[in-house]
C-alpha cells in the first residue's frame, strides 16, 4: 500500500503561562504523519509525548503554527468543528483501557457509534464486526472485570476502530500489559498500519522499536530527531 500524509505540523508550539512563569510543553516542530505507517513517539516522563498526542489528535490547540490534516488547516477550527473532526476521523487507545465497567464488551465498542447518532441495530453490526476482526467475537457479552489485559485493551482498540477514523492515537497502549499481551497489541497495531491507517503510538518502552516504520524522540519539549526503522537498524 502506497503510503500518503495525512498530517502535517508546520512550526507549532505549546506554551503555558502560569503565574509569571512560561512552560514550554512542545518547542517549535515540524513533521508529518502518514497513513499506512506505525509511528512511535518515545521520550522520558514529562518530555511533551503526550502534548504532542494532543495536538496530533485534536484535543488541545497550539499556542502557535499550524495543524494541517488532509490539506486542510486545524488551527483556525471552533471547539465544536474540532470535536466533531476528532470523533469521526481520530481513534484514541488508552493505558489504562477506559472501558465502561457495567457495560459488556459489545456496549462498550457501540459508544462511539451511539454518539455520532447510529442507529441500535447499526451500531450493534458495526460493534461486533470490530470484535470479530480482532478476535474477541467470544468475549463480546463478557463485562471488563471478566476479561484479561490485553482483552480490555483489543476491545479498546476496536472500539477506537469501530468508526473506520483514519488515525489511530495510542497513549502507552502496553504499559499495563504483559510481554505476551503487549506483543499481541502491537501486532496487532502493526497490522491496522499495513492495512492502512496512520498509527501513532507514544511510549518510553524502547522495546517497541521494532513494531514501528519510524520513531520520534521527544525531550524537554524538543523533538530532538525523526528517523525510519530501516535507518535506526543500519
Known amino acids: 500500500m502506497i503510503s500518503e500524509e495525512i498530517m502535517r505540523l508546520e512550526a507549532v508550539e505549546k ?3 502560569i503565574g ?3 512552560i514550554t510543553a512542545l518547542a517549535k516542530t515540524s513533521l508529518s504523519l502518514e497513513s499506512g505507517k506505525l509511528t512511535l513517539i518515545m521520550g522520558p516522563s514529562g518530555s ?3 502534548t504532542l498526542l494532543s495536538i496530533l489528535g485534536f484535543v488541545i490547540y497550539p499556542t502557535s503554527g499550524r495543524v494541517i490534516y488532509q490539506g486542510k488547516s486545524v488551527s483556525a477550527m471552533g471547539v465544536n468543528a474540532l470535536a466533531d473532526l476528532r470523533l469521526r476521523e481520530v481513534g484514541f487507545v488508552f493505558q489504562q483501557f477506559n472501558l465502561i465497567e457495567p457495560l459488556s464488551a459489545l456496549e462498550n465498542v457501540m459508544q462511539p457509534l451511539r454518539l455520532q447518532k447510529e442507529s441500535l441495530a447499526t451500531a450493534r453490526s458495526k460493534a461486533m464486526a470490530a470484535l470479530t476482526a480482532l478476535g474477541l467475537a467470544d468475549r463480546a457479552h463478557n463485562l471488563p472485570k471478566k476479561l484479561s489485559g490485553g482483552q480490555k485493551q483489543r476491545v479498546a482498540i476496536a472500539r477506537a476502530l469501530v468508526t473506520a477514523p483514519a488515525m489511530l492515537l495510542c497513549d502507552e497502549p502496553t504499559a499495563a500489559l504483559d510481554a505476551k499481551s ?3 497489541v502491537m501486532n496487532e497495531l502493526q497490522a491496522l498500519a499495513k492495512g492502512g491507517k496512520a498509527v501513532v503510538v507514544v511510549s518510553h518502552d524502547l522495546r517497541l522499536r521494532k513494531f514501528a516504520d519510524r520513531t520520534i524522540y521527544v525531550e524537554e519539549g524538543i523533538v530532538s530527531n525523526t528517523v525510519s526503522n530501516e535507518a535506526f537498524y543500519k
Do not use: I, P, R
Request: without cysteine; proline residues 0%; charged residues 25%.
Open 15 to 17: 506554551v503555558y503561562k
Open 20 to 22: 509569571d512563569s512560561t
Open 48 to 50: 511533551g509525548k503526550t
Open 182 to 184: 503487549a506483543t499481541q
